[in-house]
């Protein structure tokens, strides 16, 4: 959960997540549509769908244990170099390295790597550099909890808190007056402005949704709309329709403003579903802040 999304947004997720699934079986039962319900609000969703599908492998792999290795954790669906790393190192003890984006700035820092944010170059060395330091550790564990502290509280992107820092003496950014220049900054994607019609279609209290087909949120209940840049199906043009408002939201590059329209008579095609039930179905978050501009929900 905390890959690609905040601690403080994780948190209340994390507690309802470890209630609904309290084990590796309960995970590994669960459906596509019960994992990303239980996700819902999140984002990224196949995020969810790979940790049941590892919870699959370790029952049926592993006995419903996890393994130890890194090379076995890496082997689990959804378990990349650095979570193998972090699992080894803070479960098990083992000697793993562990680089994501705070470490690697640690690292560019600590050893003047002059290399730009995330390129293949700079988490190279990182990786290497991780390696070796964790190999000469006496506590795995402790060492790289260390450095995520670190690069959370201290060594940060901007105004980093070297007076208070445990590495300053042997920082070679800092003796070289260079840690504001380091890591070199990545170039960004370039940001699309994107404004997406979104129709609140009602019978009887409840709401037509449709189910989205395609990779970015594959599964997901979502409202008819208007354009297939974000999601996949026809375009929807609908004549007879009120708009309510709009509102902003964010998706990675993407800087969408939803238009919500509520439709008063349609020959769209979906499934109805009741607001109650929004928490039991997957779905973006954006359609219940439409559903609340709307009027239907809470």
Not at 4 to 17: D, G, K, S
Not at 202 to 231: A, F, I, K
């Amino acid at each position: 959960m905390a890959q690609q999304t905040r601690i403080e947004v994780v948190l209340a997720y994390f507690e309802r997540f470890l209630a609904r699934f309290p084990t590796i079986e309960a995970l590994a039962a669960a459906s596509d549509d019960e994992v990303t319900a239980a996700w819902s609000g999140l984002g990224y969703y196949r995020r969810a769908r790979m940790l049941r599908d590892g919870a699959r492998a370790v029952r049926e792999r592993f006995g419903g244990r996890l393994p130890r290795g890194v090379n076995e954790l890496q082997s689990i669906p959804g378990i990349g170099r650095y979570t193998a790393g972090a699992i080894a190192s803070i479960a098990f003890r083992r000697p793993a390295p562990i680089v994501d984006g705070n470490v690697a700035r640690i690292l560019a820092r600590l050893f003047a790597i002059d290399e730009a944010l995330g390129t293949p170059a700079l988490m190279r060395a990182a990786w290497a550099r991780a390696e070796a330091l964790v190999t000469l550790a006496s506590a795995p564990r402790d060492f790289n909890q260390g450095l995520m502290e670190i690069g959370a509280l201290i060594c940060t992107p901007r105004k980093p808190a070297c007076d208070r820092c445990p590495l300053r003496g042997a920082c070679a950014a800092f003796a070289a007056d260079r840690v504001a220049a380091l890591p070199r900054p990545k170039a960004k994607p370039a940001t699309r402005a994107m404004t997406i019609p979104l129709y609140v279609v009602t019978n009887r209290g409840r709401v037509m949704m449709q189910r989205e087909s395609g990779p970015l949120m594959r599964g997901m209940y979502h409202l008819p709309h208007g354009d297939t840049s974000l999601l996949t199906g026809k375009p929807l043009r609908v004549k007879s329709a009120e708009s309510v408002g709009s509102f902003r939201h964010t998706v990675t590059n993407r800087r969408i403003v939803f238009e919500v329209l509520v439709v008063r008579r349609s020959s769209l095609v979906g499934e109805w579903i009741h607001p109650r039930d929004l928490p039991t179905i997957p779905h973006p978050s954006y359609v219940r802040k439409a559903l609340q501009l709307a009027g239907i929900c809470k």
